[in-house]
Antibody, heavy 121, light 110 residues
Framework: QVQVVQSGAEVEKPGASVKVSCKASGNTFTDYWIHWVRQAPGQGLEWMAMINPSLGRTTYAQKFQGRLVMTSDSSTSSFYMHLSSLTSEDTAMYFC??????????????WGPGTLVTVSS | QSVLTQPPSASGTPGQRVAISCSGV????????VNWYQQLPGTTPKLLIY???QRPSGVPDRFSGSMSGTSASLAISGLQSEDEAEYYC???????????FGGGTKVTVL
């Protein structure tokens, strides 16, 4: 069983940036695709992007291209989501999801507990 | 507006069977398998079904999934009060090169 942990809640002002981290137990750094999914208060789930460091591949949803950057750190087996030019519409819970496949099916996936990002002046 | 279409709500009495549909197109459900998630208020989505019809260990066999053409379905048999939650379908879309989620279906146990 893969256990995923994420960084703590963040409060940012409009126009600022936020960086959320994600890490899983075990030898997972090179074996999984890491997807980022967000959920605004009272709303549904929205896929943002995915990264696979061993393949050097990163894919972003068109909506976030230009202000979302995903990175990874092999020394700590951690993944990071950096979202810039924040507005109130970015207030949401951000989840990282470990999946064996880029298409996120074919095998069980593992979700982090979520990181609440609040954008408020 | 979600590209994967789910009914906003469904309901049943304890012990009944409830089915939730998820409608897509060729580039998503027509080409890739579907996952289903259950989300209780204030919690992380929990994987119920992957690859269209596979249950992860620990998920009761009351939950079953199926796919046909460009649609998928989640069935809950022997409905229980703890099944009251939001349910989401998800699938990869080859045309958008990204993952899609349905809008969610709120299941109420009457």
């Amino acid at each position: 069983q893969v256990q995923v942990v994420q960084s703590g809640a963040e409060v940012e002002k409009p126009g600022a940036s936020v960086k959320v981290s994600c890490k899983a137990s075990g030898n997972t750094f090179t074996d999984y695709w890491i997807h980022w999914v967000r959920q605004a208060p009272g709303q549904g789930l929205e896929w943002m992007a995915m990264i696979n460091p061993s393949l050097g591949r990163t894919t972003y949803a068109q909506k976030f291209q230009g202000r979302l950057v995903m990175t990874s750190d092999s020394s700590t087996s951690s993944f990071y989501m950096h979202l810039s030019s924040l507005t109130s519409e970015d207030t949401a819970m951000y989840f990282c999801v470990y999946s064996k496949y880029y298409y996120a099916s074919g095998a069980p996936d593992y979700w982090g507990p979520g990181t609440l990002v609040t954008v408020s002046s | 507006q979600s590209v994967l279409t789910q009914p906003p709500s469904a309901s049943g009495t304890p012990g009944q069977r409830v089915a939730i549909s998820c409608s897509g197109v060729t580039s998503n459900i027509g080409s890739n398998t579907v996952n289903w998630y259950q989300q209780l208020p204030g919690t992380t989505p929990k994987l119920l079904i992957y690859s269209g019809d596979q249950r992860p260990s620990g998920v009761p066999d009351r939950f079953s999934g199926s796919m046909s053409g460009t649609s998928a379905s989640l069935a809950i048999s022997g409905l229980q009060s703890e099944d009251e939650a939001e349910y989401y379908c998800a699938a990869w879309d080859d045309r958008l090169n990204g993952r899609l989620f349905g809008g969610g279906t709120k299941v109420t146990v009457l």
